[in-house]
């Protein structure tokens, strides 16, 4: 698949959040990215997603309008936990 070059280096486009989940108190997106199949997904923290704010923004849009309560995964943190929010 095509990426844009720069600089620092290839960035790819992302199609759509598909899921969350906290994973090691940290919050992490799976991907769908465009020229992509789904077996292209890939697991990626919140933090890298700077770029793709219009996405990330449609995804909690979407999320927040759900009637039913929106359960996220955690992998590997304790009942203590609050993170998962992204700064």
């Known amino acids: 698949p095509p990426s844009i070059q720069f600089l620092d280096g290839p960035k790819y486009g992302v199609e759509a959040i598909v899921d969350p989940k906290v994973m090691y108190n940290k919050l992490y997106y ?4 465009f020229d992509y199949s789904r077996n292209g997904r890939t697991w990626e923290p919140a933090k890298n997603l700077n770029n793709a704010a219009i996405v990330v923004t449609n995804f909690l849009s979407s ?3 759900q009637t039913e309560p929106y359960i996220m995964h955690c992998n590997s943190c304790n009942s203590s ?7």
């Open 63 to 65: 999320i927040s309008q």
């Open 30 to 33: 799976i991907l769908d990215w």
């Open 81 to 87: 936990s609050k993170d998962g929010i992204m700064s």
